[in-house]
């Protein structure tokens, strides 16, 4: 199992930035898809984005497309998410998620294998 801690989240004003970190241990890291999922209060938890073991394919929910960019780096056992253009609209708990297998990259909470602890992010209006 990957054990994951994300950091980097934050309050911030609205046209921001933030960048998040997810540091991975235990289970290959380089072996997994992983994601970004979100969830604001009263809400289900959601897709942000993800990309495969070697980052070459990548998806963005509609609503963050244009806006978010998912990387990794398998040296660092490191995921990020560069936030740009924030809206108050993306204020939630932010999760990291790694995936199944190498290929198939989680989209929903079926998908996922592990979770991290989420970190909060506040984007004022």
């Known amino acids: 199992q990957v054990l994951l801690v994300e950091s980097g989240g934050g309050l911030v004003q609205a046209g921001g930035s933030l960048r998040l970190s997810c540091a991975a241990s235990?289970?290959?890291?380089?072996?997994?898809?992983m994601g970004w999922f979100r969830q604001a209060p009263g809400k289900e938890r959601e897709f942000v984005a993800g990309?495969?073991?070697?980052?070459?394919?990548?998806l963005y929910a509609d609503s963050v497309k244009g806006r978010f960019t998912i990387s990794r780096d398998n040296a660092k056992n490191t995921v990020y998410l560069q936030m740009n253009s924030l809206k108050p609209e993306d204020t939630a708990v932010y999760y990291c998620?790694?995936?199944?297998?190498?290929?198939?990259?989680?989209?929903?909470?079926?998908?996922?294998?592990?979770w991290g602890q989420g970190t909060q992010v506040t984007v004022s209006s």
């Open positions: 990309l495969t073991w070697r980052g070459g394919t990548t």
């Open positions: 235990g289970r290959t890291f380089s072996s997994a898809a």
């Open positions: 998620a790694a995936g199944k297998n190498i290929i198939v990259i989680p989209t929903t909470t079926q998908h996922v294998a592990s």
